[in-house]
């Protein structure tokens, strides 16, 4: 499993979150403690938004503790959103283009979790992907799908229903012509206004989110495992739950995808 955090508030550098928390993303990538990998070595990689509407793009293979650049980047860059991640593949290759987040436009996602048997299915899954879409079908793996089916449903009218329409989706695919667990889903993504993130699994296990106001910085942190224990309790996303997190505040609501 990987693990990932974002950010949306006002102005921090991206260390914030990214390697100074006792508890960093960084420092999850070699010892996190809630899910059955402990190392999450298979990459990394930041999305971030500045002044322009698409995101900035930063993704590699090495492991996240061991990249120089990447501490460099992290310490001089500010940003008001990011997404982070570390990667655990669950199948596909260590390669750039596997790495989260993924973007198109302005659009930034990334997930953790599986997609139950989807190697045995991959290419009816890629079939579902519209022609203009296609193009930013650059890896092998499942959460790419899942976020270019979930642009096809509509995610600048409904993020939650055009996620859940995705999700539902690929979860029909996997129970057609995969196996279990047919879907485990951990995921954020945004707009560059917005961030977004949303808990789910076809079983008992789903992957854990937390996030919480940081009053120190001034925005929200949305992570897959709390980044410090500073007195400032951690709010955890529960399985069947969107998140949508604004200046305004935060807002949870169911999340169903709908399978047949």
């Known amino acids: 499993m990987c693990r990932w955090a974002a950010y949306t508030g006002a102005e921090v550098f991206l260390e914030d979150i990214i390697s100074t928390p006792a508890h960093s993303l960084i420092a999850q990538s070699q010892k996190a403690v809630k899910c059955k990998t402990a190392t999450n070595g298979d990459g990394f990689g930041i999305a971030w938004y500045g002044r322009r509407q698409e995101p900035g793009l930063y993704r590699d293979v090495y492991p996240a503790w061991s990249d120089c650049n990447l501490r460099a980047l992290v310490h001089q860059v500010q940003s008001r959103l990011f997404l982070a991640h570390v990667r655990a593949s669950t199948g ?15 659009w930034s996602f990334m997930h953790n979790g599986q997609v139950g048997g989807f190697e045995k299915f991959r290419r009816h899954a890629d079939m579902c992907i519209p022609d203009e879409l296609y193009e930013h079908r650059k890896g092998a793996t499942d959460s790419e799908v899942l976020f270019l ?97 604004t200046p305004k505040g935060a807002e949870t609501q169911p999340f169903l995808p709908v399978t047949e």
Do not use: Q
């Open 92 to 106: 596909s290759a260590t390669s750039r283009n596997n790495c989260h987040p993924f973007t198109a436009g302005k």
């Open 149 to 245: 089916l979930a642009l096809r449903e509509g995610l600048d009218a409904d993020p939650k229903g055009a996620l859940e329409r995705a999700v539902a989706r690929m979860e029909a695919l996997s129970r057609a012509r995969g196996c279990t667990p047919h879907m485990r889903l951990s995921v954020a993504m945004s707009d560059g206004k917005t961030l977004f993130a949303a808990r789910y699994s076809s079983d008992s296990i789903a992957p854990s989110v937390y996030y919480r106001w940081s009053e120190s910085m001034k925005g929200w942190a949305v992570v897959s495992e709390p980044l410090e224990d500073t007195g400032e309790a951690w709010n955890e996303l529960k399985p069947g739950e969107f998140l949508t997190l």
